[in-house]
């Protein structure tokens, strides 16, 4: 792309996405919905330090505000790179396949570009889990009055999660059967969601209680 997504304001990022343009689209969407979440998490960090919650907890609050401030970072770098990695794939279908060095090139170019297409939502699936378990971690610790925030956080990153978990797997099938990324990318996404229903519910739960 000509243009960053992280340099749009808001309002044309979101415009962006309602055109008939495939790029941006839910692969960057869902990177972006886990780097809110991520920054809430630091909000609601910010909003304890020097609190008396933070009594007895300094440490485990700065170390869940670094990590998700690192992540918050990661999320919105790979929003554009999953925007140019499936932009790369658009365009390597549109090679001509007129001979047949055409066809070899540009199937080896399909496959290169579907493979950095598959890995970048993938790594949002991984850094939008991580910011999802510093929302559980912060959930009983976090500024009662903010706690809601963490909530709302822990909503974003499993919705960044499933979102990027199913820009993976549409992908796989275009990837030749032999690539160990399909096993890898199927294990990692088998991994993560396997109890994030539970998860879930279990940090409403939290967040719940404290709101009560």
């Known amino acids: ?15 962006r996405l309602a055109t008939a343009d495939p790029v941006p689209g839910g692969g960057s969407a869902s990177a972006l919905a886990g780097a809110m979440g991520a920054a809430l998490v630091e909000m609601v960090v910010a909003l304890t330090a020097g609190r008396p919650a933070a009594q007895g907890h300094e440490s485990t609050l700065e170390a869940i505000r670094t990590r998700a401030g690192a992540l918050r970072a990661d999320l919105l770098r790979l929003a554009d790179e999953d925007a140019d990695a499936y932009a790369a794939v658009v365009a390597a279908r549109r090679l001509p396949k007129g001979t047949d060095a055409e066809r070899v090139e540009r199937q080896a170019r399909i496959t290169a570009t579907v493979r950095a297409a598959t890995r970048a939502p993938l790594d949002v699936v991984r850094a939008s889990a991580e910011a999802f378990a510093l929302a559980e971690s912060l959930a009983p610790i976090g500024n ?11 909503l974003l990153t499993a919705a960044a999660i499933r979102g990027a978990a199913m820009n993976v797997e549409i992908n796989l099938p275009s990837l030749p059967e032999d690539d160990d990324l399909r096993g890898e990318a199927r294990r990692a996404i088998e991994a993560v969601l396997a109890d994030l229903d ?5 940090l409403a739960s939290a967040v719940g209680e404290r709101i009560g």
């Open 198 to 202: 539970g998860r879930e519910r279990a």
């Open 144 to 154: 009662r009055h903010a706690v809601s925030d963490v909530g709302v956080a822990g």
């Open 1 to 15: 792309m000509t243009q960053r997504l992280n340099d749009l304001p808001l309002s044309d990022l979101v415009g």
